[in-house]
DNA sequence: CAGAAATATATCAGATATGATATAAACAAC
DNA sequence: GTTGTTTATATCATATCTGATATATTTCTG
């Protein structure tokens, strides 16, 4: 994994920080951090279209603050979060399907 | 929604109990609900031919009960687990897609 | 630029998910 | 039917996720 992106995912939380700590991530938990962050790379790009941030909040009965953590990859946003909101912006189980189908 | 079908939702604790309570779901968690069951079929299918549940939990760092759970659809397995699973068996991001992809 | 609207960041108490453990039930093979 | 293997159920302390709130920052518009 190269530096610049280690950087990254460190400052949305997820605990990927010294090479010891990345080595101790199975397989199955790196794929899934991919998976998320291109379910919320697809939540904001739909929802930027679509509303604002706190329109979704809204729907979802969530808060306009958890969204942008969503829409930013924040580790503390669950897919099951992420998936209540890109169903809520008019996305399908199929829109879905493809966007976790296409990583890696 | 027949009541066989709410019977075994209820039986996995979802709340999904009375018409009221069924009312009170947004779609999105409707949709949610669905795409667990089938990603919890999915895992069991997959897992039943390639190892047993405390295999899979050794793997996963988990516990052969919430392997258990998982296949079975109960309410307290998220989404993140079913497919951290659902990948230590073989599965690829491109078949759990499918499986999302196909609901509804 | 000033004010408004939208988005981001920080904190937190309560809710939900977690792995561990104990144990029960189902299912084989003998 | 007894023994061994696998799967299911129950409980629990801890960890993680949650919406709410306050507030800062960015972006838009006039």
Redesign the pocket.
């Known amino acids: 994994m190269e530096d610049a992106k280690r950087k990254s995912l460190e ?1 949305k ?1 997820w ?1 990927v920080g010294t090479v010891s700590e990345f080595l101790d991530l199975t397989p199955e938990e790196a794929v899934v951090i991919e998976i998320k962050l291109a379910l919320s790379r697809c939540l ?1 790009e739909r ?2 279209v679509a ?7 809204n729907k ?13 990859g ?5 897919i ?3 998936m ?1 909101a890109m169903l809520a912006t008019g996305l399908t189980p199929h829109d879905i399907g493809q966007v976790i189908a296409q990583v890696n």
């Open positions: 400052d939380g605990k904001k929802r930027q509303m604002t941030q706190a329109e979704l909040a979802l009965h969530s808060s306009q603050p958890r969204i942008a953590k969503a829409e930013n924040d580790a503390s946003v669950s099951e979060l992420l209540r």
